[in-house]
T-cell receptor
Framework: DAGVTQSPTHLIKTRGQQVTLRCSPK?????VSWYQQALGQGPQFIFQ???????QRGNFPDRFSGHQFPNYSSELNVNALLLGDSALYLC??????????FGPGTRLTVL | DQQVKQNSPSLSVQEGRISILNCDYT??????FLWYKKYPAEGPTFLIS?????DKNEDGRFTVFLNKSAKHLSLHIVPSQPGDSAVYFC??????????????FGPGTSLSVIP
C-alpha cells in the first residue's frame, strides 16, 4: 500500500509565476489537507478538501486555491508567486480528521 | 499569534536517558493534542495523542502528559535511542460538531540523542 505521494519533489519558480502541486492520498482516505512549512516553523494549515469541496481554510490569501478529484487526489495551486511562498508544501490524507498521514512534501523555491 | 508554542528549539540527550519535550498552548478550546515526529526529507509521522479528558497517555517508550490548568503538555521518551533524533511537533485541535477543526502545529523541537 503506497502511502501519501506528492509530486514534484522539488520545484523552482520565479516571482509572479503560477504553480500546481499534486497529491495522491493513502488508499481508503477521502480527505486531503494541505500545509505550508516555512524553514524553522511548524506546518501551517492551508485548507482541507472533502467530497471535492473545500471544507476548511486557514489564514491564506486567495492566491492559494485547490481542487479535489473524484478519485480523492488533490491539487494545490498558487498564483502570482512571491518570494515568501518558498517553503515545503505538505499534503496529508485521512479518513478520520486527526489520523492524518503526511506525504514527503514538495519543496518550492521562488526566485 | 502562536496558539501552540514549543519554546525549546533544540534538545540534546544521552542515549538511554529520558527526553522531555514541552509544549504550551493558549487556546483553552483545544481538546485534542497530538505529537508528530519528522525526519529530514520525510513528512511528519503521527506519534501519540491525548484527549483533554485524560491527563496521561502511554505507548511503549512514549508518554504524553497533559496539564489543562497550566495549558501545558509534555512528551517523555524513555529510554531515548539514537533513532529518536528528529524534529518533534506538538499539535492541537478542537472538536466542532461532528469532527475536529483544523490542526494547529507548534514550531517544533529538534531532538538529538547522543550515543
Amino acid at each position: 500500500d503506497a502511502g501519501v505521494t506528492q509530486s514534484p519533489t522539488h520545484l523552482i519558480k520565479t516571482r509572479g509565476q503560477q504553480v500546481t502541486l499534486r497529491c495522491s492520498p493513502k488508499s481508503g482516505h477521502d480527505t486531503v489537507s494541505w500545509y505550508q512549512q516555512a524553514l524553522g516553523q511548524g506546518p501551517q494549515f492551508i485548507f482541507q478538501y472533502y467530497e471535492e469541496e473545500e471544507r476548511q481554510r486557514g489564514n491564506f490569501p486567495d492566491r492559494f486555491s485547490g481542487h479535489q478529484f473524484p478519485n480523492y487526489s488533490s491539487e494545490l495551486n498558487v498564483n502570482a508567486l512571491l518570494l515568501g511562498d518558498s517553503a515545503l508544501y505538505l499534503c496529508a490524507s485521512s479518513a478520520n480528521y486527526n489520523e492524518q498521514f503526511f506525504g514527503p512534501g514538495t519543496r518550492l523555491t521562488v526566485l | 499569534d502562536q496558539q501552540v508554542k514549543q519554546n525549546s528549539p533544540s534538545l540534546s540527550v544521552q542515549e538511554g536517558r529520558i527526553s522531555i519535550l514541552n509544549c504550551d498552548y493558549t487556546n483553552s478550546m483545544f481538546d485534542y493534542f497530538l505529537w508528530y515526529k519528522k525526519y529530514p526529507a520525510e513528512g511528519p509521522t503521527f506519534l501519540i495523542s491525548i484527549s483533554s479528558i485524560k491527563d496521561k497517555n502511554e505507548d511503549g517508550r512514549f508518554t504524553v502528559f497533559l496539564n489543562k490548568s497550566a495549558k501545558h503538555l509534555s512528551l517523555h521518551i524513555v529510554p531515548s535511542q539514537p533513532g529518536d533524533s528528529a524534529v518533534y511537533f506538538c499539535a492541537a485541535s478542537v472538536w466542532v460538531k461532528t469532527s475536529y477543526d483544523k490542526v494547529i502545529f507548534g514550531p517544533g523541537t529538534s531532538l538529538s540523542v547522543i550515543p
